[in-house]
């Protein structure tokens, strides 16, 4: 059995251009970095700062989101080199078929489904949670059955991604401009945030900036970093154990500028644009979380701070609660477009792996009218609406996280092992200081896998056990590389 028969660049480059097949190619480098900046500033900036800086970080967590952005932007230099010279849906999962073969691939392939469609639904439950308590302020409460913390269905959840199905089925110049206008509302929103924040900022908020490392339950046991239980280190939250345990779960604010690269074959010019829409969205991100941060822990002193919705709890802290209605219909359309990009980027991997055999091949069929997968991007719309009204997530949300490190380590492989097979390929766009950056990129998406949980971990492996199964089960029999080779 050869489970690592490769795909060559030529022939994915081929298969885009199947008439039934072929995705219209209608995005920009400008389109790109929306879609970047779309799917990044959301749940990290609007939930995650206040809750890692009040239970593992203090003021530091600035320092945490620089960790996590620095890893990014190693993985980052990888995608976009992949992206410039494979300018292929799929992501990872194309660029590993390239180098490492089609069960690695799989593999990749696999988590990235794990990875999107948790991090959509997930988000699709914390947009329905702004959107209740919105209703709420302005004296129109919705019933605990369909919205709040325990609801028997998540109806607001299911809407919004119902909304979104559609609008990605409807083409992705649509999808783009959609995203356009909630992205620039989100973001004036955020700059609101940092300068009139600025004006209630206190020093004595800022001190201790790295608070001395405490023992605390939500890191004991299975909850506990796998790195504390392999080295035997004691159990803690603060310190700079904390700042880079923070960094592994804020890493789930940068989730997204690798979707970017899914949407490769639909850009105009993708050799020279998804570069730049990978490295500017990153970029943009990172400057605005390190930002906000600053001035929330700032406002308010870190162990105050609200862990469900930090930003507008801190302006109302201060006697501003007109911000704080602001601040939530920004994490609204923050949380929206979030949503829309990561069902983009789940359709498009499930397209590649579809139209190379290892899913049904009639789910990558395009719609003749609007470009689109759109039977499939029905499909991963109605599972998604399904996880989102009726799953209660709670932890399952970092598997997200390794999921995507996971994914990270791979393309960061990859790009040494194409470098090395095919130096002949054109490459408009060269991560720099190969091997020395990608190797760079693996060891620090390890050491942020290593701070996550030992429950997430459990959970990521059942996961890719059944996805090994599924693989020998249909994929591998059904593949167009294998039938191409029996062939010759």
């Not at 930002?291 to 930003?311: C, E, F, I, K, N």
């Not at 689109?372 to 009726?390: E, K, Y």
């Amino acid at each position: 059995m050869d489970i690592f028969r490769t795909k060559s660049v030529e022939q994915s480059i081929r298969d885009t251009e199947d008439p039934d097949h072929q995705l219209r190619k209608r995005l920009s480098a400008l389109d790109l970095t929306v879609f970047g900046i779309g799917v990044i500033i959301g749940t990290g900036i609007f939930v995650l700062t206040g809750q890692v800086a009040k239970e593992m970080a203090g003021p530091a967590v600035a320092i945490s989101f620089v960790v996590a952005g620095v890893v990014c932007g190693l993985a980052a230099l990888c995608y976009a080199e992949f992206a410039s010279t494979i300018p292929v849906a799929g992501s990872a999962y194309t660029f590993s078929f390239a180098t490492l073969g089609e069960f690695p691939a799989w593999v990749i392939g696999w988590d990235l489904i794990l990875e999107l469609a948790l991090a959509a639904a997930v988000v699709a439950v914390g947009w329905s949670g702004y959107f209740a308590s919105m209703l709420n302020s302005i004296g129109i409460p919705l019933p605990a059955t369909i919205a709040g913390d325990d609801p028997v269905v998540n109806v607001p959840a299911v809407v919004i991604v119902a909304i979104l199905t559609a609008v990605l089925v409807a083409g992705i110049k649509l999808s783009s401009r959609v995203n356009l206008i909630l992205v620039i509302t989100k973001v004036a929103v955020v700059l609101l945030v940092i300068v009139a924040g600025l004006f209630f900022v206190k020093a004595a908020n800022y001190t201790p900036f790295v608070p001395d490392p405490v023992s605390t339950p939500r890191v004991e046991g299975l909850n506990a970093p796998l790195i504390q239980v392999l080295f035997g280190i004691t159990p803690v939250a603060f310190g700079v154990v904390g700042v880079f345990a923070a960094a592994a779960i804020v890493f789930f604010a940068f989730i997204g500028f690798d979707i970017v690269a899914t949407a490769a074959e639909e850009t105009v010019k993708p050799q020279r644009d998804v570069p730049r829409g990978i490295l500017g969205s990153l970029v943009i991100c990172t400057v605005l979380y390190v930002a906000v941060s600053l001035v929330v822990v700032g406002m308010q002193r870190y162990d105050r701070l609200s862990t469900a919705a930090p930003l507008s709890d801190a302006f109302t802290s201060v006697g501003h609660p007109w911000l704080a209605t602001i601040i939530s219909l920004g994490a609204l359309a923050g949380l929206t477009t979030v949503v829309l990009v990561l069902l983009l980027g789940q359709t498009r991997v499930l397209f590649a792996m579809s139209r190379d055999g290892l899913m049904p091949r009639s789910l990558a069929k395009v719609h003749p009218r609007f470009g689109t997968p759109a039977t499939l991007t029905v499909i991963i719309g109605v599972v998604t609406m399904a996880l989102a009204g009726f799953v209660s997530f709670g932890e399952l949300a970092e598997l997200v996280n390794i999921g995507t490190l996971f994914a990270f380590v791979v393309v960061s492989i990859g790009v040494v092992v194409l470098r090395r097979t095919r130096p002949d390929l054109p490459r408009a766009f060269r991560t720099p200081l190969v091997p020395v950056l990608p190797i760079l990129s693996v060891l620090a998406c390890v050491y942020l896998m290593l701070n996550l949980p030992v429950e997430t971990w459990l959970r990521f492996v059942i996961w890719m056990v059944i996805g090994v199964v599924v693989y020998f089960g249909y994929g591998y029999r059904h593949s167009r590389t294998g039938v191409r080779e029996s062939v010759r």
